[in-house]
């Protein structure tokens, strides 16, 4: 589940990808029904600002500020900025202007653990998990927060500040030389990854309806 921001031209290139992807797959009868009424749209409710206020258990939120992939080929892809005013900033993050970390810091309305790492997922690594130089939050770590949400050991809710002021992150900075053929292999590497995902969701799903039938 992805909460994709308009572009800085202020299209909204991936809802389309979305909408196919929907289709493609016949999703529509999987996705929830609470949601899928109370919207023309069924691709809609792949996004969480339509999907999450239908969901009645306790949910757990990991995101970065900025995720990386989504700066570069979602928010500022190339054809929002044929100018180039954005290529030092996404080139290197320290060379991005006050506006232009005000415009990737946004205004969230709910958060959880969301602090100001230029990064692309936190959670799989032991690294950024929970390590000693791992990234932290008024001293916790992702796995910290996590626990004390999961054990109702408090609110839970931490957003950072704006970068740079975050000097625990594993910012994750784009190399100018890499091929598009690199660029392919990651997309392709993501792709694998959903599939295997949606793999295990459809299994989850086939298992409860014979365990039903079962019953």
């Not at 060379?95 to 959880?112: D, F, N, R, Y």
Request: with cysteine; aromatic share 14%; proline share 6%.
């Amino acid at each position: 589940m992805s909460f994709f921001r308009d572009d800085i031209s202020g299209n909204n290139s991936i809802r389309p990808f979305f909408s196919s992807l929907v289709a493609l797959q016949g999703a529509e009868k999987n996705l929830n029904k609470d949601c899928l009424n109370s919207t023309l749209d069924p691709y809609l409710c792949f996004f969480p600002q339509y999907a999450l206020q239908n969901i009645k258990t306790p949910y757990f939120i990991l995101n970065s500020a900025y995720d990386v992939y989504q700066f570069h080929h979602i928010f500022v892809p190339p054809s929002s900025d044929p100018r180039g005013h954005w290529s030092r900033c996404k080139a290197d993050p320290s060379a991005c202007s006050t506006l232009q970390i005000a415009t990737l810091q946004g205004e969230p309305e709910v958060g959880m653990f969301i602090n100001s790492c230029f990064a692309h997922c936190q959670s799989e690594l032991q690294d950024t998990w929970f390590a000693p130089n791992s990234p932290t939050l008024d001293n916790e770590t992702i796995a910290e927060l996590v626990g004390d949400w999961y054990f109702e050991r408090g609110a839970a809710q931490e957003i950072d500040c704006a970068y740079p002021c975050d000097s625990t992150c594993h910012n994750i900075i784009p190399s100018n030389q890499v091929s598009y053929w690199e660029m392919q292999m990651h997309m392709q590497g993501w792709v694998f990854e959903f599939g295997v995902y949606l793999c295990r969701v459809y299994l989850f799903i086939f298992s409860h309806d014979i365990l039903q039938v079962g019953n």
